[in-house]
C-alpha cells in the first residue's frame, strides 16, 4: 500500500512539476508579450489557464516547438500578434452578473437614469462596453421594462451593445442562453421575460427592442453617445494596461453625460478624480460635472 502510495505520490510529482514548468513558461510568454498589447497581465494571472491553453494550440498548429520559438516568430511577424491578440478575449459572462452591482442599479441608478431622461422628455441611453453574448444588455433591458416604474407613458431606453468578437455578437443577436447563464435570475423574471425553446431560454421579442449589437474595438471605436450609463466590466479595468485605461476613461469622459453612470465589475476599481464613486456603491462612478 505504502509503495503504491509512494509510486503514485512520484508521478503525481513528475507530472505536476512539467505542468508547472509549462505553466511558468507561458507565464514569462505572457509578462512579456500582454504589455506590447498594451494589456495587463495581473489581470490575466487567474484566467491564464484557458489563455495558455489556446496558445498551446496555436503552436502546435503552427508546428513550432514551445513558447520561446512562438516568441521568435512574433518578433518577426506583425500579423501574428493579431491573432495572439483575440486568444486574449476572455467571454465569460452570465445574466445580473454581480447581483450586489444589479441590485444597486436596480434600487438607485436606474431610477435615477429614469427620472432624468423623464424630466428632459428624451429616452434614456445606455453603452454596455464589452457585451459578450449579450447578458449584460439583456440584464438591464429586463430590469429597466420589468422591475421599474418607468411612469406613464413608459420612458425608453435605447442600449448599445458592443463587443470585438463576432461569435459572441451573433450569439446576442441570437439571444438564446443555456440555464446555467441564468442562475441568478429569479425564476418569475426568466418567466417573464425568456421561452423556452427545446433546451435553451429564448429572450422575448419585447425585451430585445431597442438593444442595437456592434462590432467595435474598445481601444480605438466607441458609439457616439452621450450615454446616461456606460457598463465596462472586466474588460478594460481587468485586462488593459493601466496607460489604455486611462485613455478609455477619457473616451467615457467623453461620452457620459454630466452626472451620468459608469458601472463596474464588483472585482474592479476606476481611480480617477473624474469618476467619483458614489457612498455605499463602491463599483458606481459618476462623471463629475
Ligand atoms: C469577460 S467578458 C465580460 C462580459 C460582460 N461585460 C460581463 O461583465 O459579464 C469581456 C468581453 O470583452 C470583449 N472584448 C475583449 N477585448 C475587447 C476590445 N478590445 N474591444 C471590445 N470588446 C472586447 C470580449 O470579447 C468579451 O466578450
Known sequence: MAATFVMRGRHEVLRTSALAMRDADCTAFLQWALPQLELNWAGFRKVRRQVCKRMRQRIAALGLSGFAAYRERLEGDAQEWQVLDQFCHITISR????????????????????????????????????????????????????????????????????????????????????????REVRPELIARAFEQTGSRLCIQAQYREGVIFLKQDLRSEAPPGPFDLILCRYLAFTYFAPSLQQRILRVFAARLVPNGFLVVGSHENVADPRFPSIAGMPHVFTRAD
Open 95 to 182: 445574466f445580473l452578473r454581480d447581483r450586489g452591482v444589479f441590485d444597486h442599479l436596480r434600487t438607485s441608478i436606474l431610477p435615477a437614469v429614469a427620472e432624468r431622461a423623464r424630466s428632459e422628455r428624451r429616452a434614456a441611453r445606455c453603452w454596455s462596453a464589452g457585451c459578450a453574448s449579450g447578458e449584460e444588455p439583456y440584464s438591464i433591458r429586463m430590469l429597466w421594462d420589468i422591475e421599474l416604474d418607468c411612469g406613464n407613458p413608459r420612458t425608453k431606453m435605447s442600449i448599445v451593445a458592443t463587443d470585438i468578437d463576432d461569435a459572441l455578437l451573433a450569439r446576442a443577436r441570437d439571444g438564446c442562453y443555456s440555464r446555467s447563464s441564468l
